[in-house]
């Protein structure tokens, strides 16, 4: 985050490497395409518990996978084959395929971005929510909502929540065209989705139990009986 605020440009992205502190600037200035940042209403009531969760859990693996690979410092030092080969509990291996998977797709990205290629990085969005929704588990209903109405919407490459999750805002990537009429039935149609789930907008409190119990596909099961719009 630091990093970001003081030596972000416009219409470029950084590609930092936590490790050594080393970055570079990619133009992300796609013509064919533009960002657009959608808000859930929702707070981020779970994320200093859950989230912070989430990384000791990593640690907790690293640890692990150590005793077999002691040359591992984190998981950028992990393969997919190696967290196959390691005997991990179910939780810990779809944390570490998720930082895995997504290190992979940061690098896919920068190559989309280099190439203009918009539908590769749309795809990556979308890929990349999937993950959070369903290995890293710090999304919320509301969050997979607005990226299963994009995905499903004429005009739209990708989406996928932004920040640590649960609840706050989703980023999409939209056709360079006049989107007034979408995104005001997207508005009109969250709105009926929220009301139909019981939500109060603006101010809910996730359900722990419901997540924990594998919401992720009871809310793709309202998304799809929501009957489209965010």
Not at 30 to 57: F, G, M, P
Not at 179 to 185: K, T
Not at 198 to 203: C, K, L, S, T, V
């Amino acid at each position: 985050d630091q990093y970001a605020i003081m030596l972000s440009r416009p219409e470029q992205v950084m590609l930092l490497d936590c490790r050594t502190k080393q970055y570079h600037f990619i133009n992300v200035e796609l013509y064919d395409s533009r960002w657009l940042l959608i808000n859930t209403k929702v707070k981020h009531k779970l994320i200093d518990s859950d989230y912070n969760q989430r990384a000791i859990e990593c640690k907790e693996a690293i640890v692990i996978m150590q005793q077999q690979f002691p040359e591992i410092m984190s998981l950028r030092d992990v393969t997919l084959d190696m967290i196959d080969e390691v005997n991990l509990p179910e939780s810990l291996y779809r944390r570490c395929r998720f930082v895995i998977e997504e290190n992979l797709r940061v690098h896919e990205m920068m190559f989309a971005f280099e190439n203009k290629d918009s539908d590769t990085a749309g795809k990556l969005l979308f890929a990349s929510h999937n993950g959070l929704r369903d290995l890293y588990e710090v999304s919320c209903p509301e969050l997979d909502h607005l990226v299963a109405f994009s995905e499903t919407t004429k005009g739209v490459y990708g989406a996928r929540m932004m920040g640590g999750g649960f609840g706050g805002c989703a980023c999409a990537r939209d056709r360079a065209a006049p989107r007034r009429r979408r995104v005001a039935g997207g508005e009109s149609g969250h709105r009926r989705w929220r009301d139909s789930a019981g939500i109060a907008g603006g101010d809910r409190a996730r359900d722990r139990q419901a997540r924990a119990g594998g919401s992720g596909r009871a809310a793709r099961r309202r998304c799809a009986g929501a009957g489209g719009g965010y």
